[in-house]
T-cell receptor, first 115, second 110 residues
């Protein structure tokens, strides 16, 4: 257990479904992230939240919608996904200054399959 | 090519041997981080080396950083079967600009 908990671990959804991924951290970190990991590609940063304010949206399609109600919880709402969205979705947290990242703590990920 | 590229893409060694992985990057950085990922799991932070450091150790891990060549290496000594995983470098360019490479897949054969 890393201190960052993601649920569910596995998710199979149809293209017309709506589902949500959940991430929770109790490390007192001030930043949380969503990453997408597809086979043979580098990790893709999707969203960044600092002190629960979104500071980066890395050109992610609107079918992915993040929510950060407080500095410990992060959600990724999914709707009308495509099969190419199938991937491992990783949540991470970190303690940062404005200019310096001290390293990420990752959750175990949600393996998403879109059918 | 990506900021933070690992080399080789895959490495297979016998248990007890040393494993060396390299990372090259393009722009100046604040620090460089190495992570391990077991199959289908999240990444685990191994070590962070600052731009003004040249070498760092943690247990069986040794990381070097050469900012003039924009490269880093991760050495795992006396490898074990449990070290089998993918290893990623991540470059921190400041202001939340952290970029991961595609990783080196290490297999340690018992």
């Amino acid at each position: 257990e890393t201190g960052v908990t993601q649920t569910p671990r596995h998710l199979v959804m149809g293209m017309t479904n709506k589902k949500s991924l959940k991430c929770e951290q109790h490390l007192g970190h001030n930043a949380m992230y969503w990453y997408k990991q597809s086979a043979k590609k580098p990790l893709e940063l999707m969203f960044v939240y600092n002190f629960k304010e979104q500071t980066e949206n890395n050109s992610v399609p609107s079918r992915f919608s993040p929510e950060c109600p407080n500095s410990s919880h992060l959600f990724l709402h999914l709707h009308t996904l495509q099969p190419e969205d199938s991937a491992l979705y990783l949540c991470a947290s970190s303690q940062n200054t404005d200019t310096y990242n001290y390293g990420y703590t990752f959750g175990s990920g949600t393996r998403l399959t879109v059918v | 090519s990506q900021q933070g590229e690992e080399d080789p893409q895959a490495l297979s060694i016998q248990e007890g041997e040393n494993a060396t992985m390299n990372c090259s990057y393009k722009t100046s950085i604040n620090n460089l981080q190495w992570y391990r990922q077991n199959s289908g799991r999240g990444l685990v932070h191994l070590i962070l080396i600052r731009s003004n450091e040249r070498e760092k150790h943690s247990g069986r891990l040794r990381v070097t950083l050469d900012t003039s060549k924009k490269s880093s290496s991760l050495l795992i000594t006396a490898s074990r079967a449990a070290d089998t995983a993918s290893y990623f470098c991540a470059t921190d360019r400041g202001y939340q600009k952290v970029t991961f490479g595609t990783g080196t897949k290490l297999q340690v054969i018992p």
